[in-house]
């Protein structure tokens, strides 16, 4: 669905005002292409705060709200050389698939802006997400990361509390330790989905083995390693005393987040943390916490994490890159920063911004995190090896496969 969003052209004094630039820019529509629709807590603050930025700037701005369909509609209008000034998505799509069209952004964040206190744009929003953005962009920033996520172990605080939990496991047996007494009040310690079973594969193998050994698995397409093996015991151990739910093999998601973890029925879910978002509606009153995934052997500890987020790209051929960048910064910084946070239960860019309460725990795993992962270790890179772990996984946990059968079926 495509709105314009337009307001009374904006004085010269407004301009100024944001960015310190003289320059007349009330001639000037963006047209921004977005992976979020309308109706959406994200679209409807982007929306919002775009109609913000016309009033006070003068700026038109033209969204188009493409939803998930972005994935398949952006490419095909860049490369057609429809105007399209800027556009976001995940930091690694947005980096990879359309990255022959961004506009390098190093110039920009180094200045400051009316929202960031007079200090350079690249000082007030997050470091680790600044090097990530930095990384993924070959040595130069070429996007700016927004709706941060970090892939952490979400659980219901007040199931904790009737189990008499009062910290969270920092290492598999204090995992175990967590799980029996849930069991004990007739919960199942964890739930999972098969669109997230890849992903708590991998976690699992970063801390077993490694990343770089998780990368030559992937690679290779060989997953012969001992710590397949462990992660078969450890698993079929899971499973045996009742500690994973019995729907979890079978799970479609959203149902092991919806029908499990939102009914109180496990207690944890590795997941993003934009997780109490999506069922906010399904759980309504529950009390989050988080934590980092436990250790496991001899692989990285609990500081590596999966750490990401979208982004927002401006394309080298608009004609109009700085006002697009100038919006940006209206959206990632200061009020709207905070006001979607807020709204999508996520977490701000800006320092200084607040964090919302269900997120409070994520926030000091993520500022202990200092190696950061790809999404799923790795583990869905290639859609063959993605749907060989979904299959054993889910033969594991059920019972059809006994630890040396799950690692011998993953070495197929």
Same mark, same amino acid.
């Given at each position: ?37 309308e109706a959406e807590p994200q679209g ?148 999972v989905d098969d669109a997230y079973m ?108 999966? @750490? ?20 940006? @910064? ?56 993605n749907a060989k772990i979904k299959e ?21």
């Amino acid at each position: 669905m495509k709105r314009t969003i337009t307001v009374m052209a904006a004085v010269l004094a407004a301009l100024a005002v944001l960015g310190g630039c003289t320059k007349k820019s009330d001639a000037a529509k963006l047209v921004y292409w977005t992976m979020w629709n309308e109706a959406e807590p994200q679209g409807q603050v982007i929306g919002r705060a775009a109609e913000a930025f016309t009033t006070e700037t003068g700026i038109k701005i033209d969204i188009n709200f493409n939803g998930r369909d972005i994935r398949k509609t952006l490419q095909p209008a860049l490369d057609a050389g429809e105007v399209i000034d800027m556009f976001d998505e995940d930091i690694d799509r947005v980096n990879g698939a359309w990255g022959s069209y961004l506009l390098p952004l190093d110039s920009y964040i180094s200045k400051s802006y009316p929202t960031t206190g007079g200090s350079p744009y690249s000082q007030v929003i997050s470091r680790a997400l600044l090097d990530l953005v930095r990384l993924r962009g070959g040595g130069s920033v070429k996007t700016i990361p927004y709706q941060p996520f970090i892939f952490v172990t979400m659980y219901n605080k007040d199931l904790f509390n009737q189990a008499g939990i009062t910290n969270s496991p920092k290492n598999w047996q204090e995992m175990l330790e967590t799980c029996a007494k849930l069991k004990a009040i007739g919960v199942a310690g964890i739930t999972v989905d098969d669109a997230y079973m890849a992903a708590l594969f991998g976690y699992n193998m970063v801390r077993l083995a490694g990343y770089d050994a998780c990368r030559v698995m992937v690679d290779n397409n060989d997953f012969s390693s001992p710590a397949v093996l462990e992660f078969g015991r450890i698993w079929e151990n899971m499973a045996r005393n009742g500690y994973i739910h019995p729907n979890a093999a079978g799970n479609v998601w959203p149902s092991g987040q919806i029908q499990d973890f939102a009914t109180g029925k496990a207690a944890m879910y590795l997941n993003g943390t934009w997780l109490p978002n999506e069922i906010k509606g399904n759980a309504p009153n529950m009390k989050w916490g988080s934590f980092a995934w436990p250790e496991m052997g001899n692989g990285d500890g609990i500081n590596t994490n999966n @750490v990401s987020a979208q982004s927002f790209g401006i394309n080298k051929n608009s004609k109009y890159p700085e006002e697009a960048f100038r919006f940006i @910064v209206y959206l990632t910084t200061g009020q709207w920063d905070v006001t979607l946070a807020q709204e999508s239960l996520g977490i701000p860019l800006a320092n200084d911004s607040r964090w919302p309460d269900a997120l409070a725990e994520a926030k000091t795993v993520m500022e202990n995190t200092t190696k950061v992962l790809p999404w799923a270790a790795g583990m869905e890179d290639k859609a063959e090896i993605n749907a060989k772990i979904k299959e054993n996984f889910a033969r594991l946990i059920k019972g059809d496969f006994n630890a040396q059968q799950f690692a011998d079926a993953m070495k197929k």
